[in-house]
């Protein structure tokens, strides 16, 4: 079968390896029929994550029609259309049995993570050794461990191109607006207008916000002021002499700024483990430029979430503007795809909310080498795209 595979720094290649088996009695085969480019992709492009392998598939969001079930498998049978959440989920451990099911303690073995972190998270489809070196779904077919577990119905009125983005991007966006508190008349100012954060501004609208401003840079705020004409925003590459980020959001918001901040960019996500290095070699710099620019816009008393993947350790950091404006620095870690499918899924279908918006593309598997260095430029206006298989 046809599979895309991360063949080395900043090079992907579509490669010919053999269809997945089943391993375990609880396992899933899944005939692919669609799967979808991620930010977090561009990650594992760069070779940031340091548990790479070369011949890794990536792949980390997708849906399918179930191809094989093994002998445990009991809500799933040949034929049923289902979208996969990223991370692999055990469905029994503390935190899965809390629905909190990207720490279960069960998928993912990875020890740096635990000595380095206290404590591991899920296994994660198509995101190197670290996650616990699943194979993903940027191919034909892949293996679902736990497939009662990690595997979604979808419905008829649900078609792939929709139900796709139950697998990340929904639950991650609303997980980012849940966790940090977004609620009926806040300003919310969303950093990166990728996917995650358009959606994450959606979201914080249908919570109650009384406002939304997104920060990022030329065509990505046109993409947004064409698709989401509520939202208001501040281009960080066109700051006058004197201007910043947060001198841009005092003046919009009252001179204090705004009430909740969320991070859905990560910018600077590429220095991480070279700077968990530095630091050990005593030579680390500053890694936080992004983090401390929301604190210090955000006004007294308001919430901060981080959902973009930052990695490693970090200094210089302003814990003064936390401690003495009493700034709440929330993680919103790895969100629980779990804890929200189902009613994301209802919100779909009542036309609450439509993925479609941040769809700009839609192109072959065979193409899909070539969509990363697209992706990876941003050329063509290329944000969200959906990869037919
Ligand atoms: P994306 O690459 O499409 O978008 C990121 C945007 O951030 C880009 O438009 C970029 O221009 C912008 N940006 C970069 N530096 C910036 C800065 N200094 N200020 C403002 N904007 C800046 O990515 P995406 O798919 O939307 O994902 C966003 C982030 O969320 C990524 O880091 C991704 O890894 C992460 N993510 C987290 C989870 C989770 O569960 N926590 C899940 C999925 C994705
Ligand atoms: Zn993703
Ligand atoms: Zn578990």
């Given at each position: ?112 993570e635990n000595a ?89 609208l249908i919570n ?54 969320i991070e859905c ?125």
């Open positions: 079968m046809k599979a895309l595979a991360w063949m080395g720094k900043n090079k992907v290649e579509m490669i010919e390896v053999s269809k997945p088996k089943i391993m375990e009695p609880r396992d899933v085969i899944l005939k692919i029929t669609g799967s979808t480019v991620c930010g977090s992709d561009l990650h594992l492009l760069h070779g940031t994550v340091v548990e790479l392998q070369k011949g890794d598939i990536l792949g980390h969001e997708f849906c399918g029609v179930v191809d094989e079930v093994g002998s445990e498998v009991t809500k799933f049978k040949k034929g049923q259309r289902v979208v996969a959440s990223f991370q692999i989920a055990c469905g029994d451990c503390y935190y899965c049995k809390q629905k909190l099911s990207s720490q279960c303690e069960k998928t993912n073995s990875n020890t740096i380095m972190y206290g404590g591991r998270t899920a296994g994660m489809f198509g995101y190197s050794h670290f996650t616990g070196g699943f194979a993903g779904g940027q191919s034909e077919y892949t293996r679902v461990p736990y497939g009662d577990v990690n595997l979604l119905p979808l419905p008829d009125d649900v078609p792939d191109e929709v139900g796709l983005y139950l697998s990340d991007v929904l639950c991650t966006s609303w997980h980012a607006v849940v966790d940090t508190g977004v609620k009926k008349g806040d300003v919310v100012a969303i950093w990166g207008a990728g996917p995650i954060g358009q959606m994450a501004a959606d979201f914080s109650g916000a009384s406002r939304v401003i997104m920060i990022d840079q030329n065509w990505r705020l046109e993409y947004v002021k064409e698709r989401y004409p509520n939202i208001d925003t501040v281009d960080f590459s066109a700051l006058k002499k004197g201007e910043s980020v947060t001198s841009k959001l005092k003046e919009m918001c009252n001179n204090r700024g705004p009430d909740v901040s960019a990560a910018g600077e996500y590429a220095k991480g483990w070279a700077h968990y290095f530095e630091m050990m070699l005593g030579l680390e710099t500053d890694t936080s430029e992004l983090v401390n620019e929301m604190i210090t816009s955000t006004r007294n008393f308001g919430r901060c979430g981080i959902t973009g993947v930052y990695v490693g350790f970090t200094n210089h950091f302003n814990i003064g503007s936390l401690m003495e404006r009493g700034i709440r620095l929330i993680g919103n870690g790895q969100a629980p795809v779990h804890l929200y499918w189902e009613s994301l899924l209802k919100m779909i279908q009542d036309k609450q909310i439509d993925p479609l918006k941040m769809v700009s593309h839609r192109v072959r598997l065979e193409d899909l080498d070539k969509v990363y260095y697209k992706f990876e430029d941003k050329a063509d206006g290329m944000q969200k795209v959906f990869v037919e298989t």
